[in-house]
Every structure is written in structure tokens, then in C-alpha cells.
């Protein structure tokens, strides 16, 4: 069940055999392989390298292959090497000689390099179709949820800002994850098919044709790069990993604003945990599965660029490692993704507790600094007297605009009735963050 052997005297181990094959991961590529040689057998009719009869069967047999794989009357397994030998054989058993003539003028190796440009192609548009759905999601539940919040620095309360306003810088990186998977998918968009094992073929083909036929924007300039290059694979899993620390971070505040100390939001039921021994608990699972997936994804990306790192031109076994890695890290981040869609459209978002975090945090303290900077002080000088005042207010338990006029000119001479306010927090938001978003 080998598409190789004519040269050697004594059989494989069953060792190696089991350490060589992939068929275990590569079925994953069953619906490219057979897509790819389709257009490549039309291509060798239109180029008068095959009969029309040969090609005919050739694609009658392979449609009835992919039709039962899908509805599970041919199952992918055996003593096959990889989906390649499965489909060439399986193929050659139902439709006798004209099946071994599909090969012609191709290799395994641009065959595989071909099978993964198109999976990857299109599970890229899967992952930004999702993106997709993420931005839709953190966009409405931040109209719904325009409430005031504390921003932080240091994890110690800043500014305040909406809840609107620290979801939607969410939703700009998630913008620009979309539009780097996009980058990828454009610079990958050239078809190796044709680039046989490294220097093209004797046969007068025609690879722009097989390139249109499967949706490519062109074709590989250089045989020995189409078959080696797995440089759109590293970008994709980078493009994940970065998806991924964004996803990681907004879980880990979600995680923190869910505990009872900030009590900022509660995450549904759906998206949550119990204990077996403590009865009272809800564990933000969900959100802590995804942070520690992120890992997971990292590795793939890393493994992927070790084992690249050293290979000469062209392909080598080694690049038979880069599929798992890129399914890992490729299905990895798609599951996360929707889970975070789903479990950010079920959160409730707690106005009150936030209204009462910002009021406990001087987080007018900066506009304060500002009002006096407006009235003539020198910033460091106001950025002074603020920090008395915060003093002040922290021994009588107090929050500035709770002060007196009598208290705040204590401090400077420069405050009156209008500093009120000034240090108002929807005024403040009025003047910096509302603006910003209109």
C-alpha cells in the first residue's frame, strides 16, 4: 500500500512504518487531496498530457471517494503511509490502471505543500468569520452595559472610564487580529502545485490554470520555495498566539471582576464550574481554561519554528511535523474563541459595584490636578496639593468632591464652587473618553 518501493531489496520495519506514517492526522486534508488532484487531472487533460476517458474516471472515481468518506462508508484508516496513498490506492482499486495515472507530473511533496495552503486558507477564514461574531458580541454588550468603571494602572485604580470604553480596546485588538489573518491569507494565496518535488517536471503543464481552478491568486516562483515553504503556517500560528494573549487577557480580568472582591460582573451559569466539596463556589472555568490553553498554542507556534529552523532546501521529513502543530494551535484557538463569545453574551455586568469602586478611588484625583493647572498653577505644583488632599481624604474616609470649599481652599486658594463640577464623573467622561468615542 506504498506509492514507493521499486528500488529497495528488503521490506520496511513495522517500526519505521508506524514512526513514518501520518495518516493518523493528515486524513484531516482528505477533502484538499482529493480537490487538488481533481484540478490537477483537468489540467493534464487540457494540456494533452491525459485522455479525456482516463480523466474522466479519475474524477468520477475520486467524487465517489469524498462522497463516502462523508457520509462514512469509507472510513480513513489501515496500513496506508498517508492521506496520499489512501486516496491514490483506494482510487486505483475502484477504477483499475487509469487510476495510477493521476500522479503524472506531481510529487507528494507538492501535493502536501498544496493540501495545506488550501486547509489552512480556509480554516483562516473560519477563525476570522469568528472574530467576526466576538466583535459583534463585545460591541453590544458594551452599548448595553455604558456604565461608569474604574480604569486601572498597576492594577490600582486610575481613571474612571465606561465599561463601554475598556471592552471596546478589546474589540480594537480582536480588529487587528482579523486584518493580520487577512495579511497571512494574502501573502499565502500562491498555489505549489506544479512545483513537483523541487524542480517542476518535463511535462509542458500548466500550473496558472490549476492555480484559477483552485481559487489561488497565482502560483509559487520558485519550485524549490513552493515545496519547502511553510513560512505561511508559522504566520497564521503567530497571528493565533496573538489572538490567543488577547483572549488570555480578557479572560484573566473576567476572572478578576468576577470574583466576590470586585464583584464587577457575573458569569452565567453556563460558562461556570462547581466544587465537589465546597457548595457555595461558581469557578470561572471557561475563562480560566482559555488563559491556560494560550500556552498550548504558544508551543505549537515555538515547535513549529524549531523544527524549521535548521531544514535545507527542499523538503524534508521533518515538515511532516508541521500539522499537528498547526491543528493544535488552528482548533485550539477557534474553540476559545467561541467559548469567549458565548460566555461574554451570557455575562450580567454589575453597574452598582462599579459606581462604587470609582467613587472609593479618587479617580478624579488627575481632573482635579487639571482644574488647577486651568486656573494658573504649574502642573507638578497641582499635582502636589492633589496628593495632600488624597491624604486628607484617606484619613477622614472621605472622597474629594465630598470635601468642603472651606477644606479644599485650605489647600489652595485657587479652588471655588466650580471645582465641584469640574471633578464630576460623567463630566469628566464628557471631556475625555465620550468625546473620544463620537
Known sequence: MKLWGGRFENSESKLMEDFNSSLSFDKTLYHEDIIGSIAHVK?????????????????????????????????????????????????????????????????????????????SKNMAKEVVENLHELLKTIKKIGEENNYIMPGYTHMQRAQVVTFKHHMMAYFSMFTRDVARIENAMEIMDFSPLGCCALA????????????????????????????????????????????????????????????????????????????????????????????GKTGRVYGSLMSLLTTMKGIPLAYNKDMQEDKECFFNALNTSLS????????????????????????????????AADYLVNKGMAFRDAHGVIGEIVLKCESDN?????????????????????????????????????????
Open 43 to 119: 489540467m493534464l487533460e487540457k494540456c494533452h498530457i491525459l485522455d479525456k476517458d482516463d480523466v474522466n474516471k479519475i474524477i468520477e472515481g475520486l467524487n465517489a471517494i469524498l462522497i463516502d468518506i462523508e457520509n462514512g462508508k469509507l472510513e480513513i484508516n489501515g496500513d496506508y503511509e498517508d492521506i496520499h496513498s489512501f486516496v491514490e490506492v483506494n482510487l486505483i482499486d475502484r477504477i483499475g490502471d487509469a487510476g495510477k495515472k493521476m500522479h503524472t507530473a506531481r510529487s507528494r511533496n507538492d501535493q502536501v505543500a498544496l493540501d495545506m495552503r488550501l486547509y
Open 200 to 291: 517542476g517536471t518535463t511535462y509542458k503543464t500548466d500550473r496558472k490554470y490549476t492555480a484559477s481552478e483552485l481559487g489561488f491568486s497565482g502560483v509559487a516562483d520558485n519550485f524549490l520555495d513552493g515545496v519547502s515553504d511553510r513560512d505561511y503556517l508559522i504566520e497564521l500560528m503567530s497571528d493565533f498566539s496573538m489572538i490567543m494573549m488577547h483572549l488570555s487577557r480578557l479572560s484573566e480580568e473576567l476572572i478578576i471582576w468576577s470574583t466576590k472582591e470586585f464583584d464587577f460582573i457575573q458569569i452565567s451559569d453556563e460558562f461556570s464550574t462547581g466544587s465537589s466539596i465546597m457548595p457555595q463556589k461558581k469557578n470561572p472555568d471557561a475563562a480560566e481554561l482559555i488563559r
Open 336 to 367: 476559545c474563541i467561541k467559548v469567549m463569545n458565548g460566555m461574554l453574551g451570557t455575562i450580567k455586568v454589575k453597574k452598582e459595584s462599579m459606581l462604587k469602586a470609582v467613587k472609593h478611588g479618587f479617580l478624579n484625583a488627575t481632573e
Open 398 to 438: 472621605k472622597s474629594i468632591e465630598e470635601l468642603t470649599i472651606d477644606d479644599l481652599k485650605g489647600f489652595s486658594k485657587l479652588f471655588g464652587e466650580d471645582i465641584y463640577e469640574f471633578i464630576d464623573y460623567e463630566n469628566t467622561l464628557s471631556r475625555g473618553i465620550k468625546k473620544e468615542m463620537k
